[in-house]
């Protein structure tokens, strides 16, 4: 019976741990924290530390995601896009982007920003 329980512990475990993760980082702070965050999770989700690219949702996805509406997804992304924070890489497919983790980290730890 331990073999099973513990494996069964572990996974339950895991579960509990994101599902905390995805109601602490997604759902407070401004807009533009929130959206930041996700970003980097993403990218370290599908790609590790190393690499910062990321492959965004729609942005009706982003916004039920994060409790927002399409449109603020959009102006945010848009804002980001004319500082260089999100680059297009249209050669790696649609919605896929370069971001300047640093900028990016910083809007993430930023709750006092406006969205």
Known sequence: MPDLCTPLMEE???QLRQAETWIVQFSTGTVRSRLA???IYLSLWN???KINTVRLLPGRELAAILGATPESISR???RWKRQKFLQRLPEMGAETYRFDRTQLK???EDSSASS
Request: negative net charge; glycine residues 6%; aromatic residues 6%.
């Open 37 to 39: 965050r996700l970003i």
């Open 76 to 78: 945010v992304i848009a």
């Open 12 to 14: 339950w475990h895991d």
């Open 106 to 108: 910083q809007a993430a």
């Open 47 to 49: 790609s590790g530390e």
